[in-house]
């Protein structure tokens, strides 16, 4: 007698094939990060040669002169990689920080706030996401210099605070993870709205406040063009201006090359230490944000 096919139970899944194109995304990530990372692992190798190995060893090959590129980095013009080093950090991290601040409060307030203008308000950020940066710097270093305060900090700091397009994400997240009827109960109960904003809006918009933080750091960071036009004294420069002129003193001076590219180097490193760390805080909130009070 033929055995009869037992049916299938809805409670058992049923193995799931393999894709034959399964490896195709995982091969495009692979090259993807080979891409990326290729110019950093030129930049560290490239590092720990002397000046008689740059040019003269094979692209890959580790040299012995990291010690003495260091020395003579650190050495040069009295240390002045270290001022620019402050500079960048003073321009990032306080930047970041102010820009933070003020976009979450901007698009808080716009996405949980009704009051005249506000879709007006909201239209002339995104137009501004559209305006290319290089089309406000000669405006910017005009203004500044009608006040006196061009060849300053501030010319560098103040330009970084409102950006549009972290207000446009800090509205778009306050919307998404602050539910209405929890600020309305919390005024029912007698709460002010620094308050809401303080107790209730602000632990669970940590996630977003992160990514505007990281977002402003890394791009003040690497920012060249403005303090390129703002800044004429070389003891404000940050990281990106002070390293191109070493670059253009280079063509007259050959010698400079190992410095530029180890300055290069160790300008990364802040940038990634900053990335291994906030990603810790970064997955806590996301799991944890919501349960916060």
Known sequence: MAATALPR?????RPSARR???I???GVLVLGAIYTLFPVSWVVVAATKSKAELFSTSTFAPGTGLLSNLADLFAYRDGVFWLWLLNTVLYAGGGAVLSTAVSTISG???AKYSFPGRGLIFNLLIGGILVPSVVLAIPQYLLFSKAGLADTYWSVLLPQILHPYSIY???IYSQAAIPGSLLEAGRLDGAGE?????????PLLTPGMVTIFLFQFVAIWNNFL????MLGDDHRFPLTVGLYTLLAAGANQPSLYNLIITGTMLSLIPLIALFLTM???WRTDLSGGAVKS
């Open 169 to 171: 994400l800090a509205r």
């Open 279 to 281: 990603q810790r805080y």
């Open 108 to 110: 808080y307030t716009l």
């Open 20 to 22: 034959p194109l399964g």
């Open 24 to 26: 195709v995304p995982t």
């Open 9 to 13: 139970t809805r409670g058992h899944a």
């Open 194 to 202: 620094w308050r809401l904003f303080r107790q209730v809006a602000l």
């Open 226 to 229: 403005l303090p390129f036009i």
